[in-house]
């Protein structure tokens, strides 16, 4: 895709959000079914995702675990707002690749230790990128990339979460 082309198809989006704003409003959401044992299964739109214990909690190795989950939404995202980024700065991106590492320390996890985290302690993204780019190019697109991915912003302001617990009918 050019830029024209994205230009194109975003500008009337980005006019009737200027208009009204509210439009711009939308909630996404996720399903999931719990399954037998250990697992849910998650709905992504394009296929079911079976999520489970990571093998340190005890998992199998063969459901997919949601630690990585988390981190493969954080590189569809950054890979895709580069991508977008890139292309409307009319900056030359010709392939690579998107990589994010976590380091998680499963004694909080487990309940083993009441000082260590719960969840990710230090989450790193990065970028090998195809391109011909000057270093200013590469830096106005990572710029932008950072400010636009949605994951990557959510993860950095930490907005409210809630959480609640219905009971249905018995089975």
Do not use: W
Not at 5 to 20: G, T
Not at 22 to 51: F, H, P, W, Y
Not at 89 to 114: C, I, M, Q
Request: glycine share 10%; proline share 5%.
């Amino acid at each position: 895709m050019q830029a024209e082309e994205l230009r194109a198809l975003q500008a009337p989006l980005k006019q009737r959000y200027r208009e009204q704003p509210q439009a711009a409003m939308i909630t996404l959401s996720a399903r999931g079914n719990l399954d037998e044992g250990i697992t849910c299964s998650v709905e992504t739109g394009k296929a079911l995702v079976q999520a489970g214990l990571h093998p340190a909690t005890g998992g199998d190795g063969l459901a997919a675990c949601s630690g990585d989950m988390l981190l493969q939404a954080l590189v569809a995202c950054a890979g895709v707002t580069l991508r977008a980024v890139a292309t409307a700065l009319g900056v030359p991106v010709y392939g690579g690749t998107v990589t994010a590492e976590g380091d998680l320390d499963f004694r909080g996890t487990l309940g083993v230790s009441r000082e260590a985290p719960v969840g990710f302690a230090d989450i790193r993204l990065h970028f090998d990128v195809k391109t011909d780019a000057t270093p200013a190019q590469l830096e106005q697109v990572l710029k932008l990339t950072e400010r636009y991915c949605v994951v990557y912003q959510t993860l950095r302001s930490a907005p409210p979460v809630s959480i609640t617990v219905r009971k249905t009918a018995e089975q």
